[in-house]
């Protein structure tokens, strides 16, 4: 490990100072994100941006070989004892996150626990070589990958045990109407409706999934429950509740979040509502 983060270095080097990999992108992002911020402050933020990237980019690498001792050893599950009593009375439940820390590795260390049964969702790549590899890395631990396209299976089935789904949040919707238009870091942002789609259809909690880098190369996962009752929750709470736990974890320490991505790349049509906050 200490190899790798010193590849790291020369990596982000070679990203941030040579190439400037995606560099307008993160700026604009984080000075949307943050008008707040003087000038000096976002440039602060950008390299450590890059500084994380990179080591994200190795640490993928090393994910194809890393040992199990080496995963327990570099990222802790804080409390999963929350969801061990949640499941007492839900044998599923939704753990929606972020692609903030290293989402990857943190997810093969909660597919470690014998406490529960850890299902991925995941979009399956085009190149089926890629993605047959990436499926067998995330899987060589305990987690299981589903596909997008099979959830509804998926919930059909009786459950193995508490089972936790793992939902991404924070992906761009490719339809701008069928998604849920709310302010995010302070813009007009759509998101995914999945997570609140299959909690309330189908009756499963959701439990907000938060890492911390409190070292270079070292995560920690913790669980907020945001919603014991989906039946109950009215029209977009569930997913405002997400977005905003997400958003109030990269505000905490904005370097850590994947600001390379083009998050706010579509536009709200006129006819598609704009949802304010609800009150708690």
Known sequence: MPLIYRVSDGLCFLLYRIIGYRKKVVRGNLNRSFPEKSAKEIFEIEALV???VSDLVLESVKQFSIRKHEV?????VVNPELLVELGKTHPRIILAAGHYGNWELTSVALGMNPAF???GIYTPLKNEFLDKKLKISR???GMRMLSRHDIKDFANRKPEGLELILFATDQTPSNVRKCYWMDFLGQETPVFFGTEKFAVEQGWPVVFGRIAKPRRGYYELSFELLESDPHSAPYGRITQQHT????KEIKAYPPHWLWTHKRWKRTRPKDVPFHKLIEP
């Open 72 to 76: 327990l050893a570099h990222c802790k």
């Open 50 to 52: 890059y500084k994380h």
């Open 244 to 247: 905003l736990a997400l958003e």
């Open 117 to 119: 049964i850890v299902q």
């Open 139 to 141: 899987e060589r631990y």
